[in-house]
């Protein structure tokens, strides 16, 4: 019991993920071209920036210090000059200054003037010169030079606005330059998704005004050279399995006549059911052909949707179980309409187990079996040809059914999905659209 239990959770846990990973992809963080582009920019002009301030910051530094130094030798020049003429000392000179730096006054001792920066953080500099007097003392001059420092401060504060402005133009101009770029790829991107939805008229290097050349538009021209190439080898299959589906009608129409001819008896009628089978598998192959060529349009008339499904039900399927929940009147091609319905009643049936039940909501048209259910793969890639909705190959069918449904839902304009039930069972929704297809023709 336990373990069968942990299968259904393990069962439904994978399905839930299945049915959650599309919306949590969508909402999923998307790194944009533009802001890609504008992070680099900003971090390029950032560092470019940082480095100038740094270089600009140290040569001004060093040419004030340079500056400050010259100034204080000459004064200390003027002021040893004023000493030994007048005997008196300059305002602002000192003999044997206590507050002598040591550094300094290590320097004149060796009979030669000197000058030294004494820099404390968040305070202006100080500047000391100094000189021996020829009685072995020292003459020194102290300045603090505030001027300066407030030059050098107002200096920063320009570098910074500097930068930020440097910073944000190369962010705007990211936004400028990735904008462009990331519409014209979003662009291409959406043109080339109408080429893999089937839309052969549609061409990347138009959608993105290619008149700009630059590397979208070489992805463009290298896109619409391979959709071209694969448009060609598509309709060469298309017209190799008409040609083929043609030569054979006669000679399988022969075979069903002269099968007619034949004795009663079982071995007549296996015969007679092998060559309707083949000739049932040849009439799909035209069809699928047809549909795949493109070139059909739905010829439309008002349809009471109930109604028609009801008669349809009782004469193609009269064991189903039918539920009309919200009737509707649509616009479509009754012959094709059929077609769909018969052949998802017929997957259901062949495929599944009862009991199978067919709902009209409105627009929509829901049919559900009771069987294992879909395979997943058919379920990932969609309805492909010679491919059946069993899990294995012993069920009948040849598995055109479920593609000539979704061929003949896209000439109304419908949208086909298929899904699995819970617990069992595989559901089949086809929702008409409220407005018929441009290429269809009323009659």
């Known amino acids: 019991m336990g373990r069968r239990t942990g299968r259904q959770v393990g069962r439904r846990g994978r399905r839930l993920c299945r049915r959650l990973g599309p919306h949590l992809r969508r909402w999923a963080p998307r790194a944009d071209l533009r802001w890609k582009f504008s992070a680099a920019i900003a971090a390029v002009g950032a560092l470019v920036a940082l480095a100038l301030s740094l270089v600009v910051h140290n040569a001004t530094r060093a040419s004030m210090l340079d500056s400050s130094r010259d100034v204080q030798d000459e004064r200390v020049v003027a002021a040893l000059r004023v000493y030994e003429s007048l005997g008196r000392l300059p305002f602002g000179a000192e003999i044997d200054d206590p507050a002598l730096p040591a550094p300094l006054r290590d320097a004149v001792a060796g009979g030669e003037r000197a000058t030294y920066v004494m820099e404390e ?24 030079f505030t001027d300066r420092y407030a030059v050098l401060a107002d200096l920063d504060r320009a570098l910074v606005l500097g930068s930020v402005a440097v910073v944000l133009g190369g962010t705007a101009l990211g936004v400028l330059i990735g904008g462009r770029l990331s519409h014209r790829l979003r662009r291409a991107a959406a043109a080339a998704g109408r080429v893999a939805e089937g839309d052969t008229r549609v061409r990347v290097r138009d959608a993105i005004d290619g008149r700009l050349r630059d590397e979208t538009d070489e992805l463009a021209r290298a896109v619409d050279r391979m959709a071209d190439a694969l448009q060609r080898r598509l309709e060469a299959e298309r017209r190799v399995t008409a040609d083929i589906a043609h030569e054979l009608r006669t000679p399988v129409t022969g075979l069903l006549t002269a099968a007619e001819l034949l004795p009663p008896g079982r071995p007549t009628e296996l015969v007679r059911d092998r060559a309707q089978a083949l000739r049932t598998l040849v009439e799909d192959v035209l069809e699928v052909a047809r549909l795949d060529g493109a070139a059909e349009r739905a010829e439309l008339q008002e349809v009471a949707l109930g109604e028609f499904v009801a008669r349809r039900v009782r004469a193609l399927a009269p064991e189903a179980r039918l ?22 009643l017929a997957n259901a049936m062949r495929h599944g187990r009862a009991p199978v039940e067919v709902v009209v909501d409105g627009r929509r048209l ?28 012993s069920g009948g069918g040849h598995g055109l059914g479920l593609t000539i449904a979704a061929g003949q839902a896209r000439v109304l304009g419908a949208r086909l999905s298929l899904r699995n039930a819970e617990p069992t069972g595989a559901v089949a929704v086809l929702w008409l659209p409220p407005k018929p297809p441009d290429t269809a023709a009323r009659v």
């Open 121 to 144: 953080p968040g305070q202006a500099l100080d500047v000391w010169a100094a000189a021996p007097l020829p009685d072995g003392r020292v003459l020194s001059l102290r300045t603090r």
């Open 323 to 344: 539920s009309v929940e919200q009737d509707a009147v649509v616009a479509t091609d009754p012959r094709r309409l059929e077609r769909i319905l018969g052949n998802l």
């Open 366 to 393: 829901r049919v559900r079996d009771h069987g294992p259910g879909f395979p997943a793969e058919l379920l990932a890639e969609g309805p492909s040809r010679f491919r059946t909705g069993s899990t294995d190959r």
